[in-house]
């Protein structure tokens, strides 16, 4: 069975800084592009960051360009988000996607179920 699963949310601190992390089971992350995404309460889910199956090619959205890291470690199946200087507005949950091949202009084809971040004081 295809599964993604994130781990590491929590509640942090404005200013503070939290590493996510998309494990994946019953299939090898080796192929595939990866992105995190999130949802705000009241919000539409919006993409928030991508890597190419090599991990050669990343891109991030305005709001995050600087504060946050996307990397992936093939060797262990798993991608993470690295997130400093958190803001109250990245509060949302954070979700994983598998695209269909290797590059993240393909679309999603598999879900993780989300781990919960909150920024605040």
């Known amino acids: 069975q295809l599964q993604l699963v994130e781990s590491g949310g929590g509640l942090v601190q404005p200013g503070g800084s939290l590493r996510i992390s998309c494990a994946a089971s019953g299939f090898t992350l080796d192929y595939y592009a990866i992105g995190w995404f999130r949802q705000a309460p009241g919000k539409e889910r919006e993409g928030v960051s991508c890597?190419?199956?090599?991990?050669?090619?990343?891109n991030y959205a305005d709001s995050v360009k600087g504060r946050i890291a996307i990397s992936r470690d093939n060797a262990k199946n798993t991608a993470y988000l690295q997130m400093n200087s958190l803001k109250p507005e990245d509060t949302a949950v954070y979700y994983c996607a598998a695209y269909l091949r290797d590059m993240c202009v393909q679309r999603v084809t598999s879900w993780g179920q989300g781990t919960q971040v909150t920024v605040s004081s």
């Open positions: 890597i190419s199956s090599s991990g050669g090619i990343t």
